[in-house]
Structures are given as C-alpha cells and as structure tokens.
C-alpha cells in the first residue's frame, strides 16, 4: 500500500523546519511496513499524485489549508482513502472533508484503520504500556529538512511521557490521562538520537518533572549519553535535588509555564500554582547555573491593569533568563472556549470556527494579533500593554539564544 503522511504547512512560526513532527513519525513508525512517504510542506516537499492512502496531522491553525488540499486530493485521486489525526480532530471531531477523522493517539488502532479503510470517525484505543510501541520514525534524510541549535548544538526534540494530570482551562489538555514511559526505554530513544548525530535534545513533555524518582532514574541513565537538553517543569514540581540530577545529566535549560503573575487569574484558569513556587524555581535553577524561561500569556481570563503589574513585578522577582509573552488565544476544547460564559472574557466564537487562521497570534516577528476583551482591558489594551511589558524588560533580557544559538 502507498501513504503518503502530510505535515501542513505552519505559516505561524516564525521558524518552522525547527523541530520535526513528532506525532507524525509516531505514526510512520507504526506504518513502517507500507511504502511510505513522509512530506513536509514547509520544507517544500510535494504531495504525489498516486497514493493510495493520504494521512493528514492537523493542529487548528493548519484547518484551512487541510481542508483546501482533501478537497484538492479528492478531485485529483477520488479513488485514495483520506485520513486526519492529530490535535484538532481530537479536539473537535471535525474530518476537514476527509474519510476518516481520527481521534486521540495512533499506536494500538491505526493499522486496522488503513487494513479496512475504516470510515467516518474512529476513536484510536489508548496506548497503555507506551513502551510496548515503536519510537518515531527518525529518517535521517527526513530529519535533514529540520535544524535547530540549542546552545550551540544540533537538536532535536523527543517525548517521555503523554498527557498531563492537570485542566487548565485554557489547555487543549490531548492524549490524556498521563502515561509514562521506562527511563529505559527514555534511554535507548536518546542514545538513537545520539547515533543520528545530534548532541542535544529538547523533551517536549508537558511537565519533565512530573515524578521524582522517574526522573532521578532517567538523569542517571541520559548522564551516560553526554548530551544537553532542555524540559519543561511547573513552579510547584521541582526541587533543589532534583535540579542537582538534571544539571549532572546535562541539562541546560528549564521552562516554566508561569502564565500570569496573578494568583488570582490562575486560579480563574484552574492553574493551582502558587506564584510564589514558581518564583522559588526559577531563582533555584538560575542558581544552580541552568538557563530559565518562563512562559506568560496575555490575555488569559480578568487580565487587568493590576494582573499586567503583577506579572511586571513576576519578573523584577524570578529574573528568569528569557521569557515568552505570548497572546491568549481560545481554542476549541479548551474549556474557555467551550464555556467562556464561566470566565471574565470575551472573544468570537463563530469567527474562531470559522477562520481558525485567526488563531495565529504571532504573524511575523513582533507582529501579534488579539481576539480577546475582558471586563478591564479592550483587545488594544491588551496588545499594547504585551508589547510595553516586552520592551520594558528587552533591555535586561540576556538575551543568550540569539547570540549563542545560531
Ligand atoms: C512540541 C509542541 C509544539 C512544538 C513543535 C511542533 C512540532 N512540529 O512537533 C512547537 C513549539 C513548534 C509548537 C507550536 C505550536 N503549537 Co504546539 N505543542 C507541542 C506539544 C507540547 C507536543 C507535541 C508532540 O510532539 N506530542 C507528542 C506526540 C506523540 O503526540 P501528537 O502530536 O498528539 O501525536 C499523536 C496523536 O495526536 C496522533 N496523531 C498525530 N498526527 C496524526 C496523524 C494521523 C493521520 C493519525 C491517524 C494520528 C495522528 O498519533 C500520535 C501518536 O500517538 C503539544 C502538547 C502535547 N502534549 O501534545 C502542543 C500542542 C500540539 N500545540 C498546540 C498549539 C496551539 C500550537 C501552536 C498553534 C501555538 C502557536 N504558535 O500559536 C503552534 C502550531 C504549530 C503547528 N503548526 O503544529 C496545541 C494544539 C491545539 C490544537 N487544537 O491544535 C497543543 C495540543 C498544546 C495544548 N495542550 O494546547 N508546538
Ligand atoms: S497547561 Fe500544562 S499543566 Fe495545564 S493542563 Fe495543559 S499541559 Fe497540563
């Protein structure tokens, strides 16, 4: 059988041959016995025309062009079987036109999907021992497409786990409950990472750390490898011996979820951090000489001019050594999106499902959009007081990966 996997173009990054589609070579990986194509529209790859099987991943922002090339697909070669998956679907039960609309993860149920065609939509089984499945089909030729240098190095990403035990309700919150693999199974996944030539690895779970002695495990495993990395961690999930075993291990970098610096608006949003917990993070993994992020969003549910100078004092306090200020935006399935009337926000939902590209928030470097109002600021408000906060704090930013990673 011919398949061919499409990675849609992602229009909305500012660099988006950065990191390969994981989901996607999950899948390729589980497909490896058909004759596969893997194609990645950024990297300016074409879709052929005689596949018997076309198998789309889709995030929302990619909705539109999925839905112009199954329709395209369907006119040109209306004999082939079209499948969507990814978050999206799983998100919203939407098949863009497609076949078949999968949804949730690909492991146990993708093959009989492709062996009988299987129509309409399918809910793909939970995978439960994650170790029982293949790692992601890491084609150098395919990985090729990609770059990325975290301190210098090459790097590639890779996941340990799936899911997150939280609801944040500005989360898409896909592949629930949480599952872990064995920090063997971790291990063999980065030392082929290794042999590929990379030197470097960012583990994409939601939350690295989100077990103790796990991770005690996998720092002493991934510490007989030699290579950097980078995860991401919560305030309230990490302590000073646990970033002792990560900084032996080579870790160089933590990122933390802050959100906002408003103990109220996180517990708005269902996000039981404590402020005060994430700043004693970031102080400790900046002391232990590791690179911090934290991650903010505008926007988020009652953000008012007082939340705004919350988070500006976050700032002066934790000293990370970046951050991101990104924008809110609601997406389907989000609990926001799917009972805004339970929050202090405002926002078109009609628009949102109808022209999920409005969903990009960052169109070119510093150019960000917003589609949200709250009961204190307006949508400029919002915008303009993103890109003050931004500027204000520009100047301390180190700035090490513009200088370092290139
Ligand atoms: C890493 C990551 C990124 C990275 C890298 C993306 C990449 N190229 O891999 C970066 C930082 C670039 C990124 C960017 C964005 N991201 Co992101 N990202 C993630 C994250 C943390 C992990 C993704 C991952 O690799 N998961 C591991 C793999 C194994 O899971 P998976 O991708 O879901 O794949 C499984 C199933 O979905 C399914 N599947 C996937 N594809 C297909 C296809 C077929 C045919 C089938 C049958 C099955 C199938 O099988 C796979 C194996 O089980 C997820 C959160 C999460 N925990 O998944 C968010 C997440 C996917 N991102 C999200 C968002 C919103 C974005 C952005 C839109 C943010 C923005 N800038 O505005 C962009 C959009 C990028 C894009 N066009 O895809 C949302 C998606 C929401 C949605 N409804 O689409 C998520 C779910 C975060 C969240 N919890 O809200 N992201
Ligand atoms: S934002 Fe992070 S912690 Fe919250 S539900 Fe989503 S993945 Fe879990």
Same mark, same amino acid.
């Given at each position: ?6 990675? &849609? ?127 992601? +089909? ?7 497409? %990609? ?35 064995? &920090?063997?199974?971790? %291990? ?27 991770? +005690? ?83 988020? &549910? ?28 609601? %997406? ?28 990009? %928030? ?24 993103? +890109? ?19």
């Amino acid at each position: 059988m011919r398949i061919c996997l499409i990675s &849609p173009p992602s229009p909305e990054l500012i660099e988006p041959l950065s990191f390969p589609p994981l989901g996607l070579l999950y899948v390729a990986a589980l497909l490896d016995e058909h004759d596969l194509t893997i194609c990645s529209i950024d990297a300016g790859d074409q879709i052929p025309k005689d596949s018997d099987i076309y198998a789309f991943t889709c995030a929302t922002t990619q909705v539109p062009w999925v839905k112009g090339e199954i329709l395209r697909i369907k006119k040109t070669n209306p004999n082939s079987f079209i499948i969507v998956g990814g978050p999206h679907p799983t998100m919203t039960k939407q098949s863009l036109g497609a076949d078949c609309c999968f949804i949730g993860e690909a492991e146990v149920s993708i093959n009989d999907v492709v062996k009988e065609q299987q129509r309409g939509i399918v809910f793909g089984e939970k995978p439960e021992k994650l170790d029982n499945f293949p790692f992601p +089909k890491r084609d150098a030729d395919f990985l090729s497409k %990609y770059y990325h240098y975290l301190a210098g190095k090459r790097t590639t990403s890779m996941v340990t786990s799936r899911g997150c035990p939280f609801n944040c309700a500005y989360c898409c919150g896909v592949n629930k409950p949480v599952r872990f693999r064995s &920090p063997l199974s971790v %291990y063999k996944e980065a030392r082929q990472i290794k042999e590929l030539g990379y030197d470097s690895i960012v583990f994409y779970d939601d939350i690295f750390t989100l077990r103790n002695q796990r991770l +005690k495990k996998m720092c002493d495993l991934i510490s007989q490898l030699d290579i950097q990395w980078k995860c991401l961690s919560r305030g309230d999930l990490v302590d000073k011996e646990m970033v002792d075993w990560m900084v032996k291990a080579g870790c160089i970098e933590v990122s933390f979820g802050v959100e906002s610096g408003s103990q109220k608006m996180l517990e708005n949003v269902n996000r039981h951090v404590k402020t005060a917990d994430s700043i004693k993070a970031i102080r400790m993994c900046n002391d232990a000489g590791l690179r911090t992020r934290a991650f903010f969003i505008i926007g988020l &549910p009652g953000e008012s001019w007082e939340s705004i100078e919350e988070t500006r004092r976050f700032l002066l306090k934790a000293q990370p050594t970046t951050f991101n200020l990104s924008m809110f935006m609601p %997406y389907p399935g989000s609990d926001i999106f799917e009972h805004k009337e339970r929050y202090d926000i405002e926002f078109d939902k009609s628009l949102i499902l109808e022209h999920p590209e409005e969903l990009w %928030y960052q169109r070119k470097f510093d150019e960000y959009t917003c589609l949200v109002r709250t009961s204190a600021m307006t949508s400029e408000e919002i915008l303009k007081t993103r +890109k003050q906060l931004s500027e204000e704090f520009e100047e301390e930013e180190r700035y090490w990966e513009r200088k370092d990673d290139k």
